[in-house]
């Protein structure tokens, strides 16, 4: 019993360890290393339609090999705060693991010093809402390193606004009036058969 009790401690004791040492990563403690750009036609965007164009590359004010570490970029679609009032599931928390803030995968790929772009369709499930755009550098264990974003520390600047589609399609239109359609056909069609045989069975 006394053993049992030993190894449940120490898995316990593992287990707060790896929280300690790679679980918990807060935003706050990362550096702005990286110059982001998000470039898109002006006005309210469409989910499905428009494209956004995000450009990243590592800030050249800091001393060399500040990206020694990085090894892959996770460019995200991020809510701002104006989106974010009274919806806890949009909520930003400082712990990464729990932050809310960004929900949308725009593009993750091995990292580059040099300048990168990836132009990005904004997908259909995108709900409407004002965003922001950030990217976050990975070391080789997937853990966050340094960020940088499109918008200012307050995230007030550069947001752009997003509408989602509104779940019709033009084709599904198409379909519901030729279905339509063809079920009034029917309904003459079986209103004159049940006339001409009532007419039959009367001769």
């Not at 264990?141 to 509408?163: P, R």
């Not at 599904?172 to 007419?199: M, N």
């Amino acid at each position: 019993m006394a053993a049992r009790g030993l190894v449940l401690a120490s898995i316990l004791l593992f287990s707060c360890f790896a929280e300690t040492c790679y679980g918990v990563i807060s935003f706050s403690s990362l550096q702005r290393t990286l110059v982001v750009t998000a470039s898109h036609r002006q006005g309210l965007l469409k989910g499905g339609e428009d494209k956004i164009t995000v450009t990243w590359a590592l800030n050249q004010s800091f001393p060399a090999r500040t990206d020694s570490a990085y090894k892959t970029i996770k460019v995200q679609l991020c809510y701002a705060p104006i989106s974010q009032v009274d919806r806890a599931w949009r909520k930003t928390e400082d712990h990464l693991s729990k932050d809310k803030t960004c929900q949308f995968k725009v593009v993750k790929r091995p990292y580059s010093n040099g300048n990168q772009t990836f132009e990005w369709t904004i997908e259909r499930d995108v709900p409407t809402a004002t965003y922001f755009v950030r990217a976050y550098a990975l070391d080789a264990e997937e853990h966050e390193v340094a960020y940088g974003q499109n918008t200012d520390a307050k995230k007030t600047t550069n947001l752009f606004d997003i509408q989602a589609i509104t779940g019709r399609h033009v084709s599904l239109d198409i379909a519901s009036v030729c279905f339509s359609a063809f079920s009034v056909v029917s309904l003459f069609v079986f209103f004159f058969a049940e006339k001409r045989k009532g007419r039959k069975s009367q001769q």
